[in-house]
């Protein structure tokens, strides 16, 4: 048999199994090959470890898109030492996904510009890249998708949908108090959630406060007992981000009152 054939034949077997980067790099793979003159086991080794870091950058591409992050931010971007409240090691060890066999939450406390979002956003991609599944979403377009999901005879799927992610972020809770319905609808989540699959919450409302926020202190007290009992709690203190590039950019701030912790 010639060797077009042969050749022909190995990159139809490769696009069958589903080998998609060994097909397409085969050429380039076989030229070096017969510069390095590998052993056996050591060109096969390769041709793997080839095709196994396609499949993982595929799979992480697809992982963030599905994620539905707002921007791109990472742990290598965050400042900690502007931030020294933080455990910068107890974040990187969240960043591992270790915590998501368990179950557990993370709440990161803190008032706006602190980095919150940041954060969030940065374990998030973590924690896709730790090969679990992850949804990014704000408290207010969570809310508003689960009252419409009610309002339409599905809410069902919708809390399906919201509790199919091993990872759940919800970013900007308690910025607006929530009416009655919407609370109900969060501890419903919180509870379907609850010992199966993890949250991630940022707030910038203190657990006494929570009440306030829900409209209702026995449904606070029932979510925060849900949400605290395996959880990670961070407190994020310090000079707003925003208010420091600011300053760094020249412009002159106006006193303002104090933002609410």
Do not use: C
Request: glycine share 6%.
């Amino acid at each position: 048999m010639s060797a077009e054939l042969v050749h022909a034949r190995v990159v139809d077997h490769l696009k069958r199994l589903r080998l998609g980067t060994l097909a397409d790099r085969l050429d380039a793979t076989l030229g070096e090959a017969a510069r390095v003159q590998p052993t056996y086991i050591d060109f096969l080794d390769q041709l793997l470890r080839d095709e196994m870091a396609a499949k993982q950058r595929r799979r992480i591409e697809m992982g963030i898109q599905i994620a539905h992050f707002p921007s791109v931010k990472t742990l290598e971007d965050f400042d900690f030492k502007f931030q020294p409240s933080l455990d910068a090691k107890l974040v990187r060890e969240l960043a591992t996904g270790r915590f998501i066999a368990s179950a557990e939450n993370a709440l990161f406390f803190g008032p706006p510009g602190v980095g919150k979002t940041h954060l969030a956003i940065a374990l998030g991609r973590a924690v896709v890249e730790a090969g679990h599944t992850v949804l990014f979403t704000t408290a207010t377009a969570l809310l508003a998708d689960l009252v419409d999901g009610q309002s339409k005879g599905i809410l069902a799927s919708r809390m399906f949908f919201y509790g199919k992610p091993k990872l759940l972020v919800v970013d900007e809770l308690g910025y607006m108090p929530l009416e009655r319905q919407s609370a109900h609808l969060f501890f419903q989540l919180v509870s379907h959630r609850y010992e199966k699959a993890s949250m991630l919450i940022t707030t910038n409302q203190s657990v006494t406060q929570w009440g306030q926020v829900f409209g209702d202190d026995v449904i606070a007290a029932a979510i925060l007992d849900r949400l605290l009992h395996h959880s990670h709690t961070f407190m994020v203190q310090g000079e707003s981000y925003r208010l420091r590039q600011k300053r760094k950019a020249g412009l002159r701030l106006h006193s303002a009152p104090p933002l609410e912790s």
